[in-house]
Nanobody, 114 residues
Framework: QVQPVESGGGLVQPGGSLRLSCAAS?????????VGWHRQAPGKQRELVAL???????EYVDSVKGRFTISRDNAKTTVYLQMNNLKPDDTAVYYC???????WGQGTQVTVSS
């Protein structure tokens, strides 16, 4: 299986926005019924943040509802995570993954700090 490639992370002030991208070759993460964005903060377990299905339905963890939006571009085989009104607690390495047993990418660091 091909690893997804995450990008778009960086340093942003509280209240700011970032858009993460997860690029993968056709037949990799899009072969799964869902694609998810996960994150892992220092000293904490990796958690699922948002999911999007092949049909476009979405789910979010409560802590990001109303602030994050997951979307997908099938033509570009890319999944996005638009993150608005970022908070220091959102600081983490963000990963995307096909399904619940697909390969992990290298992640992209998001740091929210003033």
């Amino acid at each position: 299986q091909v690893q997804p490639v995450e990008s778009g992370g960086g340093l942003v002030q509280p209240g700011g926005s970032l858009r993460l991208s997860c690029a993968a070759s056709a037949g990799s993460i899009f072969s799964f019924p869902v694609v998810g964005w996960h994150r892992q903060a220092p000293g904490k377990q990796r958690e699922l943040v948002a999911l999007i299905s092949n049909m476009g339905s979405t789910e979010y963890v409560d802590s990001v509802k109303g602030r994050f939006t997951i979307s997908r571009d099938n033509a570009k085989t890319t999944v996005y995570l638009q993150m608005n009104n970022l908070k220091p607690d959102d600081t983490a390495v963000y990963y995307c993954r096909g399904g619940f047993n697909g390969p992990w990418g290298q992640g992209t660091q998001v740091t929210v700090s003033s």
